[in-house]
């Protein structure tokens, strides 16, 4: 899933610095994304993991480290067992 | 009287890719009827305007403060005025937020050129009325 996450990270975050030597939890937000390439990488994330984040999630804390979404991720799935 | 502001900036080719990659999910998720029917022309939507009022949104996000709370796009809403000007309306958790930290008569600005758009928005903040005030909750 880390591998997933730092693909479309670096597909549509558009950091000023390279995902792949990003640790994981270091902080997007410094990284360049800005809020509305966190909103592509939500969306991107969405489709590929085929969740939808709920209005509780639309917050930054969710979305500032790839760690902090792998955690948004488990978390979803385990509430959406995919059938 | 005390005020509060917020200011956003965003990339209109940021919205392009948005509005290219997700399509209406993009659309419909961030923005209402209203402000889709406002950025909408004969030749099509026009992401300048849209980028717009995402940096609307982000900049009332900016007054509203709220503590590691998601706050639905849509609850904020731009709405064009007859004359050309925008005001900023908010509806369910964002009006209750404002509500609670005492923010009222919202104001806002946006402006827009090819490449990014960004928006002002500023609050009276009646210190008297912020119901989420320890201090006022005993």
């Known amino acids: 899933m880390n591998e997933d996450i730092r693909q479309i990270i670096a597909a549509h975050g558009r950091l000023s610095v390279d995902v792949a030597g990003l640790a994981p939890d270091a902080d997007l937000y ?15 994330l969405e489709d590929h993991f085929d969740i939808e984040f709920p209005d509780r999630m639309l917050k930054r804390s ?17 509430e959406t067992p995919v059938s | 009287m005390a005020m509060r502001v917020g200011i956003d900036l965003v990339s209109v080719d940021s ?42 949104k982000e900049a009332t996000l900016k007054v509203l403060r709220p503590v590691d709370e998601g ?3 849509r609850t904020i809403e731009v709405v064009r005025q007859g004359a050309g000007w925008v005001e900023v ?50």
């Open chain 2, 15 to 56: 919205v392009r890719e948005s509005i290219r990659e997700h399509g209406d999910r993009y659309l419909k998720r961030i923005y209402t009827e209203g402000e889709l029917s406002d950025c909408h022309t004969p030749q099509g939507i026009v992401a300048e305007r849209l980028a717009a009022r995402f940096a609307a």
């Open chain 1, 30 to 44: 410094h990284a360049g994304m800005t809020s509305h390439a966190s909103v592509n990488v939500m969306l991107a």
């Open chain 2, 89 to 138: 309306e908010l509806s369910g958790r964002a009006a209750d937020l404002a509500a609670e930290g005492g923010l009222s008569d919202f104001a806002l600005s946006i402006s827009h050129e090819a490449d990014y758009a960004s928006a002002i928005v500023i609050a009276e903040l009646d210190l008297r009325d912020q119901r989420s005030d320890p201090m006022m909750s005993s």
């Open chain 2, 71 to 73: 706050i639905p796009w």
């Open chain 1, 62 to 78: 969710v979305f500032e480290s790839i760690s902090a979404i792998e955690r948004a991720l488990t978390e979803l799935r385990t």
